[in-house]
């Protein structure tokens, strides 16, 4: 059952501009884990106030695209929105200065809207080979009082044809809340906002136009927009509703990612802090987001072995909602075997109890495995 969000998009929004840098030179893994803790901490907060505060302030996982588990330690067991394409000319309005991220196959430009005054005119481009794209507009506030776009404008020069279009806001929202892609460099102290980013997915010959977007509220929700270029023009956008979890660019060998974390395990198996949501990597191919995790295997052990982590230090009763995600992995990474043995362990040692109004012992592993196989993970 949802906890109570009351003040929560005010206490969001501050809790952003406290959130702690992150590396962009770290591993990809601890780029994960770090995106992560920026999206679930701030979400986290809202809903169990300062004990778990404190908590959420060690290595949360994943699910933050978002999520935790004290020691009853166990070892594994061994084993679209559509807008018309035209050529227009585009004036640039008045810009706030802005700081480019370029990272091959991709690249994103900040749009700096937690500083910026409202009534600002406001722009950003980013370029990737031949391809420019620019999004302007004017900065404002929204309802729930994250920094939003008001008449939106994106450009797209494809090797020397222009095509433009108004951007409109994702289902459930009423205004644009442009939200970040990438990671917070190391020496930048706020929030950032990298929405506009180009990036290059498998079999493409050329780059793909994605936007964070952000839909408002304490819990929800993340969009991701995808846009596909040629040079005919701009294909229709296709909109991704990721539900709670932030996502990242980054790159993938020769081409891009998107890492974030499954929203359906939220609420699932404890209340949503307490709901470990497992690792979720995407690429944008033939019109639609496609679920390339199974790809990652070495992503996939990483993001396991925190979840175990997290059930054994969350104490009785309280570990339920993170040990769904590890079972999740294991059976991304071809172990349901072993990691169904490993539930069947922690049953018969009575270490499955579950806090009131959720299922514990025998009916949460029936309910996990029918969750999990209704989700297609084993």
Known sequence: ????????????????????PFNLQSTLPGKVSALVRRRHRQRRILAVGAAVVVAAAVAIPLSALRSRPVSHAVTPAASSTTSPSITTPTTTPTTTPTTSVTLAPMACNNLDLWTTPSGTAITTTATLGNVTATLTGTAATSVSSDPALTGPELSVDVGGSRYSEAVTPPAQASVVVPWGLTLVPADTTGPNSDALCLAQFPGQSLPTLVLGLDTGGAHCCTVLRAITLSSAGLAPAVDDNLGNPGAALEPDADDAMIVTADNAFAYQFSSYAGSGLPLKLLQFSGGRFVDITSQRPDL???????????????????????????????????????????????????????????????????????????????
């Open 300 to 378: 996939l052990t990483v993001d396991a072995s925190m979840w175990m982590r997290q059930f054994n230090a969350a104490g009785s009763g309280n570990g339920l909602g993170l040990l769904a995600p590890w079972v999740a992995d294991e059976c991304r990474l071809g172990q349901s075997t072993s990691a169904w043995a490993t539930v069947g362990q922690l049953q018969a040692q009575g270490k499955l109890s579950g806090p009131a109004g959720w299922p514990s012992g025998a009916a949460y592993v029936q309910a996990l495995k029918t969750f999990l196989a209704q989700q297609g993970y084993c």
């Open 1 to 20: 059952m949802p906890e109570h969000d009351d003040g929560g998009d005010r206490l969001r929004r501050e809790f952003l501009r406290q959130a702690p």
